[in-house]
């Protein structure tokens, strides 16, 4: 029931409809309820400013209708504009956060319920007038106006390229924070007995539940999985979340079965436990955040672009989600509980996968800015000792093994000693002057 409520909840977000047709039916209940509160009063009792004469009334309603409509027409017009520039010059998977833009949200929102309630007022036939309906009406038209200004410097805002990049970043942390909890305190290890289980039982399973839909894995919850296991049982997942599943292939492999009854309830189980949707979400999938700080950087590199600022900037912020990602404790490959069910999750990202995951592709398409290799060895060096500084000495080597591959694109691309100079003097600190040269 929380997964579904959760996959809800990330609808909601990420529509541009659900939250103004909220706005559209408190604005039906606020014109109900100011026409009770004006059958309810004496219109010569009101002040000048909000009484209004019959002549008045309708056209001044109509001028607001007419008007809010049209803007709303442009406001939205605007919003596509900027969703496509932004598809272009980014990324296409940008394009959720804009779509997630509670702002944006509520000034549509606003600018809807404005017209709903304005058309109502016009169309009810009361008398006398309803003063303070109508006075709500021009109230709301003027918080509409104030909303669009406010909207458009926000749209401009949220084009900025640091604005873009900084709200992927904050959204990526919260993920990494919610998902990988537990903070490292210097005792790290390399792959330990339970990491070199997580491929399973050398048997074949005994049942696998095949994906029902096709789609990308965007949420599941482990424990539900493994508490269906019975006494002992083992299952693994052919997937993680951020995966895209084909309808029939495996999801999970079980070698619990110890009868028909057990294999339909752990079916039951994995079918509640996995939301599968049509899009990419960041709900539990950290590397999602990453996929989309990289497409930045790749896309600012590309020769159409030609933006290495841009691509430096990235990389900045992708330094900020590993350093968070090094200082915590990786998912488990194997979850195992007091009466012996153990769930296999092998293919879980470690440190050496999220830093992989971060530079490999910026590395290659930087072959020609060496600015870029400059400062992502820069972020790899503050990483170094940030990881030393907590006593993760273990992940100071995944650090140095992506520096040498940085140092090793540069070699190949570099059209000028000056700037392999520059390169490997900023590698010196990861890898010595030996590896560095």
């Known amino acids: 029931m929380l997964l579904r409520l959760r996959a809800i909840d990330e609808a909601f977000r990420n529509s541009l409809f659900y939250l103004p047709s909220l706005f559209v039916l408190a604005s039906v209940a606020l014109w109900r309820a100011m026409l009770a509160v004006d059958a309810g009063i004496d219109p010569e009792g009101l002040p000048e400013v909000v009484r209004f004469s019959e002549d008045g009334a309708g056209p001044l309603l109509a001028t607001i209708a007419g008007a809010t409509i049209t803007v709303a027409g442009i406001v939205f017009s ?27 949200q509520v ?123 019975p006494q002992g049982g083992t299952a693994r997942l052919e997937i993680r979340v951020g995966h895209f599943v084909v ?19 752990l079916r039951e189980a994995v079918g509640e436990s996995f939301a599968i949707g049509r899009a990419r979400t960041m709900q539990q999938d950290a590397s999602f955040g990453i996929r989309q700080l990289v497409d930045i950087a790749m ?29 915590r404790r990786p998912v488990p490959r194997v979850e195992r509980d007091e009466e012996g069910r153990s769930l296999l999750r092998p293919h879980e990202l470690g440190p050496d996968g999220y830093v992989e995951r971060s530079f490999g592709q910026i590395r290659a ?49 570099c059209r000028l000693p000056e700037e392999l100079a520059r390169v490997r003097a900023a590698a010196l600190p990861l890898l010595g002057d030996a590896r560095a040269g």
Do not use: K
Not at 78 to 104: E, I, K, M, N, Y
Not at 247 to 261: M, Y
Not at 313 to 326: I, Y
């Open 107 to 229: 000034v549509m929102g606003l600018l809807v319920g404005t017209f709903t309630y304005t058309m109502l007022t016009l169309g009810s036939s009361t008398e006398p007038t309803p003063h303070l309906t109508v006075a709500v009406a021009v109230v709301l038209a003027l918080v509409a106006l104030m909303a669009i200004l406010a909207s458009i410097d926000h749209t401009a805002r949220n084009m900025v390229v640091g604005e873009i990049v900084r709200r992927i970043s904050d959204e990526t942390l919260e993920t990494v924070r919610r998902e990988l909890p537990l903070l490292l305190d210097g005792r790290c290890g390399g792959p330990g007995p339970e990491d070199e289980e997580a491929s399973g039982p050398a048997d074949p399973p005994s049942l696998v539940v095949p994906a029902p839909v096709t789609g990308w894995v965007q949420q599941f919850d482990g424990d539900a999985i493994r508490e269906a296991l």
């Open 365 to 413: 398409c930087a072959r020609n800015h060496p600015v870029v290799h400059v400062v992502m060895l820069g972020v790899l060096d503050m990483l170094r000792r940030d990881v030393l500084a907590a006593g993760l000495d273990a992940r100071v080597e995944v650090l140095r093994s992506q520096a040498a591959l940085v140092v090793d694109e540069a070699q190949r691309s």
């Open 299 to 327: 896309r600012a590199l590309s020769p159409a672009i030609n933006d290495p600022t841009t691509a430096c900037e990235a990389v900045l912020h992708l330094g900020a989600v590993l350093r968070e990602v090094l200082r």
């Open 247 to 265: 309808a029939g292939t495996p999801l999970v492999s079980s070698w619990a079965g110890q009868s028909e009854l057990d294999d339909e309830h």
């Open 78 to 104: 605007v919003t596509v504009v900027a969703v496509q520039l932004a598809s272009s010059q980014f990324s296409p998977r940008v394009l959720r956060g804009f779509l997630r833009d509670r702002f944006q």
